[in-house]
């Protein structure tokens, strides 16, 4: 008895340009601010949810980060709404590097007022750790 196993990824990216956020299905894939790394836009408010296979956690990469401490913030939740805990908000150019959920989804919305941008950042995830998520 012979098995042929196939296995198959999926990764995404999107244009910098002109994707502001969006719902995503993909175990691996990678987002950016608006216009990264030239500068952000003003005025954003961008939501993305990712969402991967039941029994995945999904492990955030974060590649570069450099915000406006006063209004502009990069916000990071537990699941896939807006209602879901809060893991983390941030700002300036501290964040953590590798950040984990605890379910298969997550929300990250990225805000900027009207004034004094900076480059943005750069995130990629992959879904390689399995968890209790679903």
């Known amino acids: ?7 198959m990824a999926t990764y995404v990216t999107f244009d910098s340009r ?10 691996v894939g990678s987002i ?3 216009n990264y790394p030239n500068g952000y836009p003003d005025n954003l408010n961008c939501v993305w949810i990712i ?3 039941n029994g ?3 492990k955030l990469n ?3 980060f450099s915000t406006r401490c006063r209004q502009d913030f990069l916000e990071i939740r537990n699941g896939g709404y807006e209602s879901s805990p809060l893991i983390k ?3 300036g150019t501290a964040i953590d590097t590798e950040i984990t959920s605890m379910s298969n989804q997550i ?8 004034t004094f941008n900076s480059k943005g950042f750069l995130i990629k995830w992959d879904s390689s750790l399995r968890g209790c998520g679903g």
Do not use: H, W
């Open 32 to 34: 950016k601010s608006p």
């Open 51 to 53: 969402t991967v296979p």
């Open 18 to 27: 002109k994707a502001c956020g969006g719902n995503y299905f993909a175990n």
């Open 1 to 7: 008895l012979m098995l042929n196993l196939v296995f």
């Open 107 to 114: 929300y990250i919305k990225f805000v900027s007022d009207s």
């Open 56 to 58: 995945r956690q999904i």
């Open 89 to 91: 908000r941030y700002c």
């Open 62 to 64: 974060v590649e570069k």
